[in-house]
């Protein structure tokens, strides 16, 4: 098994013994990743560096403590399944436990002629390929709308309907609330 490695951004730099911790929840007692991995700052400052040697996949809550065991920061982030790096853990905005960001998202899909499509499955993930698990769903409204509650990131988005067949994966970058048209 290839290691995984993990990046992190800070805005302060020197910071030395970084410990990262990946756990199922953000109160499981044991650390996925046993242990803990050493954070090492690049010669880029601010980004430090751990290779995680298990094989750890899924939804997974990290934890940035320092030496003396101060915790700097934590968060829900997503690990895929066969993801050697680097892969990089947000400062902020966070998720909260139930996986929601802090922005409001909302994407419209509508047929051709611009008839809103209603109960579409909607699904949004953070690979493009088929097989990458769903980490959010929703079915769109009367007016056709799917909406979420995302951290901001790079998302891949893909919709299915009776009656309409889409192949297409859409690239969403979220850097705040707004509408999203999916082309």
Known sequence: MANTVIHYRHLVRGLTGLKLELRSSAVSADPLNTGGDTLTESVQGGLYTATVTEAITGRCWFTIKTSAGNVIDEGWSSLLADTVGPYELRETPQED???????????????????????????????????????????????????FQLAAGTYYVRMRATGYRSNSVYTLVVTGEETFTLS
Do not use: C, F, H, M
Request: no cysteine; proline share 6%; aromatic share 10%.
């Open 97 to 147: 436990e139930n996986g929601n960001g802090p922005y409001n998202i909302t994407i419209p899909w509508t047929y051709s002629g611009g008839t809103a499509l209603v109960g579409a499955q909607v699904w949004i993930n953070t690979s493009s390929t088929n097989s990458s698990p769903r980490l959010y769903e929703a079915i769109t409204d009367g007016s056709g709308n799917a909406k």
